[in-house]
């Protein structure tokens, strides 16, 4: 199987492009990477609840095959628009991770993809607004916070949880939600044809 879902951390600086972090081979893109999932972040405070669940459970950073393995950012803190400066580079979360197979495999585990998904521990994407570099240990400072917007989490509960229009319709609203990700939500909008 091709993945690039086994990271390591890594010393020194990296550049933040567009559409990938500096030397990261994301092997599928029709799922991974591209411009609305140019960097994944992983909270660290995570490790913990996967480390009593999970005999296996590596202790470095970028188990789940995240960029950047953060401290103090949590889905349920993060709104779906927030922009954030990390080392010279700004970033704007654009939505939830929603796990594939290759999350199975990396744990050698068949139940782990509805595991990720009931933890609610998705990690989040980020777009680069701006390039530039960072390494480990540079802050992450929010630069900008739409108020409105809904949290990582909500997204993640509305993907899970079919039965609530209202959050349907406060998701849809956001207008840097990732575009696969409002793809999929307005599939489920009444009126539209399922496929």
Same mark, same amino acid.
């Given at each position: 199987m091709k993945t690039g879902i086994f990271k390591k951390p890594v010393d020194g600086r990296r550049m933040l492009r567009l559409d990938n972090v500096e030397g990261d081979q994301q092997a599928d893109l029709r799922v991974h990477g591209g411009t609305d999932k140019a960097v994944y972040g992983y909270p660290a405070e995570h490790y913990e609840y996967w480390k009593t669940l999970l005999v296996d459970m590596? +202790? #470095? +950073?970028?188990?789940? @095959?995240? &960029? !950047? /393995? /953060?401290? @103090? !950012? /949590? #889905? &349920?803190s993060l709104h779906i628009s927030d922009h954030f400066? %990390? @080392? &010279?580079? %700004?970033l704007r979360v654009t939505q939830p991770r929603i796990p594939c197979l290759k999350l199975a495999a990396r744990f050698r585990r068949s139940d782990m993809i509805d595991l990720f998904h009931r933890s609610g521990r998705s990690g989040f994407y980020f777009a680069v607004v701006e390039e530039g570099g960072l390494g480990a240990g540079d802050a992450i400072e929010l630069r900008h916070r739409d108020t409105k917007a809904v949290t990582v989490a909500d997204v993640n509960r509305l993907y899970l949880d079919k039965g609530d229009p209202e959050l349907l319709d406060r998701? !849809?609203? %956001?207008?840097t939600l990732a575009g696969s990700m *409002? *793809?999929?939500? #307005?599939? *489920?909008r009444p009126g539209k044809s399922r496929r």
């Open positions: 590596p +202790s #470095e +950073s970028g188990a789940f @095959g995240e &960029n !950047l /393995t /953060t401290a @103090g !950012l /949590t #889905e &349920n400066q %990390v @080392g &010279n580079a %700004v998701v !849809l609203d %956001v207008p *409002r *793809r999929h939500f #307005e599939k *489920r």
